[in-house]
Nanobody, 117 residues
Framework: QVQLVESGGGLVQPGGSLRLSCAAS????????MSWHRQAPGKERELVAV???????NYADSVKGRFTISRDNAKNTLYLQMNSLKLEDTAVYYC???????????WGQGTQITVSS
């Protein structure tokens, strides 16, 4: 079982920045994808950004050029740097790790981001 703990959420004004962190407990699988997802009220959860163990990155069109996903392998931590935040970025943000070899996946508990003036 992999434990994921997100932090860094909060209230920010439009145009502001935040950095989310997702600390993962130790895991043994070598072929994986770590990702950020978000769910706004009344909407389905959506993929925001993904980073694989092979270094592949991809972003939702709505955040390209504003968000950056990265990881610190030594700390087992995934990050999401969010710049130029918009009202529509308001959501609960979740991190996820998926074992690409087995299909198993683990989610964090989520952290609230509210963009408001």
């Amino acid at each position: 079982q992999v434990q994921l703990v997100e932090s860094g959420g909060g209230l920010v004004q439009p145009g502001g920045s935040l950095r989310l962190s997702c600390a993962a407990s130790a895991f043994a699988f070598s072929n994986y994808a770590m990702s950020w997802h978000r769910q706004a009220p009344g909407k389905e959860r959506e993929l925001v950004a993904v980073l694989t163990s092979g270094g592949y990155r991809n972003y939702a069109d709505s955040v390209k050029g504003r968000f950056t996903i990265s990881r610190d392998n030594a700390k087992n931590t995934l990050y999401l740097q969010m710049n130029s935040l918009k009202l529509e970025d308001t959501a609960v943000y979740y991190c996820k790790i998926a074992n690409l070899a087995t299909g198993s996946a683990y989610w964090g508990q989520g952290t609230q981001i509210t963009v408001s003036s």
